[in-house]
């Protein structure tokens, strides 16, 4: 996990802040993200210990001078595994990383085992993420939970899966959204090819 890079959307989910406040950050080099082609589309990535500061930016780090957070996001950065960080803005100030970046691991075991449960196969319905092991797509049933559908209501009708995916399809939808082609979407609403009356009849 130390090694492993994340995307904008990862780093969202696993820190809690909103993608826009990820891409600001990196936009203004508080977290210096690496660039990484993929195909033919170049995309930033984060380490982990630039993660640990997303998190403690969620916690209200953005309050303190910018020249500050540079320099506690550099500390991080360097030393992902220190325990307590100070500033200086007119007194002694110490920030404790440790709870926050044992918060995040956490997160981000719960990533790795959600995109573990997932494959994306261009043989099976075109490369559209499905359940390992199904052609139950993360989609559809993310989409059901959107709609109000309970997950006992999921699992009735789709047996082949369980409490634990069927809950953890939000998180994969945000954290892991589709590149190039739209998904294959049957359930999505499309206009009808015909539409046929019949009489109602009632019997004497």
Known sequence: MADKKYTAAEASVA???????????????????????????VQ????????????????????LPIAERRKIAKQIEIDPE?????????????????????????????LARVESL?????KIMRGTPVYRGTRIPVDLVADMLKQGASVEEILDGYPALDREKVELAPLYV????????????????????RIAYFPLTTEK
């Open 174 to 193: 945000k954290a892991f959204p589709h590149r190039g082609r739209p998904p294959v979407r049957p359930w999505a609403k499309r206009k009808p090819i």
């Open 82 to 110: 220190i325990d307590v960080v100070s500033v200086s803005e007119g007194r002694a100030v110490q920030i404790h990383v440790k709870t926050f970046r044992e918060e995040l691991d956490e997160r981000l075991e719960k």
């Open 118 to 122: 997932v494959v994306e196969n261009p």
């Open 44 to 63: 930033r990535v984060l380490s982990r210990g630039q993660l640990v500061y997303l998190r403690l930016e969620a916690e209200g780090l953005g309050l």
């Open 15 to 41: 820190t809690t802040l909103p993608i826009r406040t990820v891409r600001r950050l990196m936009d203004r080099q508080l977290v210096r993200p690496r660039r990484l082609r993929a195909g033919r589309s």
